[in-house]
C-alpha cells in the first residue's frame, strides 16, 4: 500500500482559516473527489467536524485521541499507524491523507507520494502544510487552471513522487 498526501496551498504554504477552507475552487475539488474515490481517506479531527461536504464513496478514517469520540459515516483512529494499519488490512492500495495541517505535519515524513494544489495567492491563513524539502520529490506531473468563475485563484496541481 502506498500512502499519498492529498493538500492545497498557497505561495506561503497556507491552507486553511478559520476551520475551513481559505478559498474555493471547484475545479480542485472534482480533482480530490476524483483521486479519492474508492480509496481509504484519513482525516484529522478538526477537518472532519469542519466539512460542508459529505464524502460518500470514501472509506473514511476520522483520527483523534478522544477515545470516546464518534465520527458519523467514518472509522474513529486513535494515531496514524492506526488509521494505516486499518487501511491495509482492507486492502487498500493507496490510502490517501487529506488534512489537515497538524496530521500532514506528522505523515509528511512515511508519504510516498504528493497530490499538491499549488494556489497562485498568498492568502489569510491560520494553518500551513509543513515545510517541503524539495531535493526529496520529484515533478511525476502537473496540470494548470485559471483563475474564473468556478475558481477563486489560478493553480496547479501537481504530482510528487520520493526523488530517486
Ligand atoms: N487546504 C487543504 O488541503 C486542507 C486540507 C484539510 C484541512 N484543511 C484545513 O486545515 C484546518 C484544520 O487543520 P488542523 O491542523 O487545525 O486540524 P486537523 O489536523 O484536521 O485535526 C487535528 C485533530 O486531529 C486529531 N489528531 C491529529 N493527529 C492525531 C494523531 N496522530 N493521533 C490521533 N489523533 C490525531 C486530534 O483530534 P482530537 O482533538 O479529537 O484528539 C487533533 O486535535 C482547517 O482550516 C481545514 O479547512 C485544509
Request: charged content about 25%; overall charge negative; proline content about 1%.
Amino acid at each position: 500500500m502506498i500512502v499519498s498526501l492529498i493538500a492545497a496551498i498557497d505561495r506561503r504554504g497556507g491552507m486553511g482559516w478559520d476551520g475551513g477552507l481559505p478559498w474555493h475552487l471547484t475545479d480542485d475539488l472534482k480533482h480530490f473527489k476524483r483521486r479519492t474515490m474508492g480509496h481509504h481517506l484519513i482525516l484529522g479531527r478538526k477537518t472532519f467536524d469542519g466539512l460542508d461536504v459529505t464524502l460518500s464513496g470514501r472509506s473514511l478514517i476520522v483520527l483523534s485521541r478522544d477515545a470516546s469520540y464518534k465520527a458519523e459515516g467514518a472509522q474513529v483512529a486513535g494515531s496514524l499507524a492506526e488509521a494505516l494499519a486499518l487501511a491495509e488490512a482492507a486492502g487498500e492500495d493507496e490510502a490517501f491523507v487529506g488534512g489537515g495541517a497538524e496530521v500532514f505535519a506528522e505523515a509528511l515524513a512515511g508519504a510516498d507520494r504528493l497530490y499538491l494544489t499549488r494556489v497562485e495567492a498568498e492568502v489569510e491563513a491560520d494553518v500551513f502544510f509543513p515545510e517541503l524539502d524539495e531535493n526529496k520529490w520529484e515533478l511525476l506531473g502537473e496540470e494548470a487552471f485559471v483563475q474564473g468563475r468556478k475558481n477563486d485563484f489560478g493553480f496547479a496541481i501537481q504530482v510528487l513522487g520520493r526523488a530517486k
